[in-house]
């Protein structure tokens, strides 16, 4: 017959373990949950940029269209003209 404390001695280990890994768990967490101020500056400076650079974009994608969108009517015009002639 096993004694009480040979019993629970695997199951004490067991709990060990879980503890080990609920502690670990925690202090990442804890880690992690942290905000770093600079971050949140970095964050918003990058979305001040990213906006400012698809605002630019989007001017020189419509300045590209007219242009290219002149040079097909200039090229479709002579090619009407030549073939009139």
Wanted: charged share 20%; net charge positive.
């Amino acid at each position: 017959m096993q004694t009480i404390s040979s019993l629970f001695l695997p199951l004490l280990y067991n709990m060990r373990h879980i503890l080990l890994v609920f502690i670990v768990v925690l202090a990442m967490l804890s880690c992690t949950a942290v905000s770093n101020p600079h971050e949140n500056v970095q964050a918003k400076i990058d979305s001040m940029v990213n906006a400012k650079l698809d605002s630019l974009n989007n001017v020189l994608r419509s300045k590209n269209d007219s242009i290219i969108n002149a040079k097909a009517n200039e090229k479709a015009q002579e090619i009407i003209s030549k073939m009139k002639h």
